[in-house]
């Protein structure tokens, strides 16, 4: 019997005492069930009064145990997307790695796999000759081989020169009047070489790092060969509402 029910028996029974007294019950046996009875309605009012307010309790559990499933399910799907972007990084890593032994063993070509992507240091002497921004044979063959591999992904490719410190020489300045036109050419060369291959022009960047951001010191013929390369960035193509954040 629920508490509802509980209050309608009390009431019948105030109404059989009441038919009871009418009947010459003694006086002192009517106040007895009478006050018994009011005992009874107050405790089902109360029993009432904590059934409601358990009732209320359990619909904010619920709606609580509801915001928190929600909050694991959003979890989990930027977990599966982390994973994704995870195992797409990696196959791209291996993929260049693949195509890239042979330059790999040879200390030509570094490549990390980073947080975010994965990027490819190429030293400058196998692209270009010295204060040229024309691509050699070689290093076209070289920059194919990337291209076929960029080609099996969807990243953004930014591709930036570097140079040393060293002053542009006077038969090329009129070309190339600073480090900076001369890293921004050669980026330039490799971007076009890339969208002949069939790579998607929306996916490409030129960055020109000039000589402003140098991997070893400029005072050592090594450490200007160092500073002298190009860096190929690949990482998650920029949606158009992250990009106008």
Request: aromatic share 2%; net charge neutral.
């Amino acid at each position: 019997m629920n508490v509802s029910a509980s209050v309608r028996a009390v009431t019948i029974l105030l109404a059989a005492v009441a038919v009871v007294a009418g009947c010459g019950v003694s006086k002192s046996k009517y106040l007895s069930a009478t006050t018994s009875a009011e005992e009874m309605t107050a405790k089902a009012t109360a029993l009432q009064s904590s059934l409601d307010a358990a009732n209320a309790d359990n619909a904010k559990l619920k709606e609580q145990v509801s915001g928190m499933q929600s909050s694991v399910d959003q979890l989990n799907t930027e977990l599966a997307k982390q994973k994704a972007a995870v195992d797409e990084t990696k196959s791209a890593y291996e993929g260049m790695v693949g195509q890239l032994k042979g330059e790999l063993s040879s200390g030509q070509v570094e490549i990390q796999q980073m947080r975010d992507g994965v990027r490819l240091n190429m030293a400058q002497d196998i692209l270009f000759k010295s204060g040229s921004a024309n691509l050699d044979k070689e290093g076209k063959e070289l920059l194919l081989k990337v291209a076929d591999e960029l080609k099996r992904q969807n990243y953004q490719v930014s591709v930036v020169g570097h140079t040393d410190n060293q002053k542009i020489g006077a038969s090329l300045a009129a070309k190339y009047p600073t480090n900076w036109e001369l890293g921004a050419a050669r980026a330039g060369a490799i971007v076009k070489l890339f969208q002949g291959a069939g790579i998607e022009p929306g996916r490409l960047l030129t960055v020109s790092a000039g000589e402003a951001r140098p991997r070893a010191s400029n005072d050592t013929p090594e450490g200007r060969d160092l500073n002298r390369r190009i860096e190929i960035r690949l990482r998650p193509m920029e949606t158009e509402s992250q990009a106008s954040n």
